[in-house]
C-alpha cells in the first residue's frame, strides 16, 4: 500500500488500485477514513447537513468526483447516505477505499466553505 500518498490524492487509474484486498490490507485502509463502516459487502458513511442545499450540493460534488474516478457509489440523498460497493465483486480493493477518501475531502472542503 503507498502510505506515503493520502488515499484522497490517488487515482483509481492503476493496476494495483484494482488488486484485491486480504483482511489486513482492509483494516488498515478503514483506518484511514474516518467514520467509514463496513456493511454487508459496501463501505457506508452517512453525510449530515445543516440545510438542504448543501446536502444536495454535496451529491452533485461527489457524483462528479465518482465520474472523474469511473467508479459509481450508491447514493440516498435523503440523509447523503453513501455506500460504495465492493468494486471486483468478491472482495474490497483500494480504489474503494480511494473513492471514499476522496469523498471525505469534498464533505471537508464544502463544511469549510458553509462555516
Not at 31 to 57: H, M, N, P, T, V
Not at 61 to 75: F, K
Amino acid at each position: 500500500m503507498a502510505d506515503d500518498i493520502m488515499l484522497s490524492l490517488r487515482n483509481c487509474n492503476d493496476s494495483s488500485t484494482m488488486d484485491m484486498l486480504d483482511e489486513s490490507d482492509i483494516r488498515t485502509y478503514l483506518s484511514k477514513i474516518e467514520g467509514w463502516q463496513i456493511e454487508d459487502k459496501f463501505l457506508r458513511k452517512i453525510y449530515s447537513f445543516g440545510a438542504f442545499k448543501q446536502s444536495l450540493a454535496f451529491v452533485n460534488t461527489i457524483a462528479n468526483i465518482a465520474d472523474l474516478v469511473g467508479y459509481y457509489p450508491q447514493i440516498s440523498f435523503s440523509k447523503s447516505l453513501v455506500k460504495i460497493n465492493i468494486g471486483n465483486g468478491s472482495n474490497f480493493i483500494p480504489c474503494d477505499f480511494i473513492l471514499a477518501a476522496k469523498m471525505d475531502a469534498a464533505f471537508d472542503l464544502m463544511s469549510a466553505i458553509n462555516r
